[in-house]
């Protein structure tokens, strides 16, 4: 079947500390993967995404590397601020049906 | 921005009451979707629709209907609520083109049932 796990929260940092949030897969196929954030009393918004092994995703100085022998996309960021606190998922896509991970919770103090 | 609008944005409903949750979008997506967002549990899928009239359960459906009668609204009816149902619920929808793998969500009502 298909399924997400991502680390558990809540992770505090300080900022301009270097942040990981781990996540792996099972999957049928060759889904494609994804980062959401959400922000407080929002709904989720896209940060990053790679449609196949290999592949490098980007945005806002978040990255995230579809690694398929280690069925991993780790979602990283050299330098956090404050204004990245929010909840981030991971999230695969097989095909039309999406899977959600359970969601980490990230807060970056000054 | 998918043009995703849901409303109500706020509902405070008492158990045993029907309460529907409507969920509009502006640009002829086929592909819709219900998922309630509890702590703990991440989103969860309740229903989906691939077209007018054409709908799918998802794995948590107990206790939920949806209807699609026009491509633009897809809703969610509680029959019956209760509190275990008192939630976040977001709709999103599943862009196409350049974007077909890609989901976008609306802003979630907040659901208390009482």
């Known amino acids: 079947g298909n399924s997400v796990t991502q680390m558990e929260g809540p992770v505090t940092l300080s900022e301009e500390a270097f942040l990981t949030i781990n996540c792996t897969y099972t999957?049928?196929?060759?889904?494609?993967l994804f980062w959401y954030v959400q922000y407080p009393g929002e709904g989720l918004q896209l940060l990053l995404k790679a449609t196949k092994a290999d592949d490098k995703g980007s945005n806002k100085g978040f990255e995230a590397t579809y690694r398929k022998e280690t069925t991993s996309f780790h979602l990283e960021k050299g330098s956090v601020q404050v204004s990245d606190s929010a909840v981030y998922f991971c999230?695969?896509?097989?095909?039309?049906?999406?899977?959600f991970g359970t969601g980490t919770s990230l807060t970056v103090i000054p | 921005d998918a043009g995703i609008t849901q409303s109500p944005r706020h509902k405070v409903t008492e158990t045993g009451t029907p309460v529907t949750l409507r969920c509009h979008q502006t640009e002829n997506h086929r592909y819709m979707y219900w998922y309630r967002q509890d702590p703990g549990h991440g989103l969860r899928l309740i229903h989906y629709s691939y077209g007018v009239k054409d709908t799918d359960k998802g794995e948590v459906s107990d206790g939920y209907s949806v209807s699609r009668s026009k491509t633009e609204d897809f809703l969610l009816t509680l029959e019956s609520a209760t509190s275990s149902q008192t939630s976040v619920y977001f709709c999103a929808i599943k862009g196409e083109r350049e974007s077909t793998d890609t989901q976008y969500f609306g802003p979630g009502t907040r659901l208390t049932v009482l």
């Open positions: 999230a695969l896509s097989p095909g039309n049906q999406f899977y």
């Open positions: 999957a049928t196929g060759y889904p494609s």
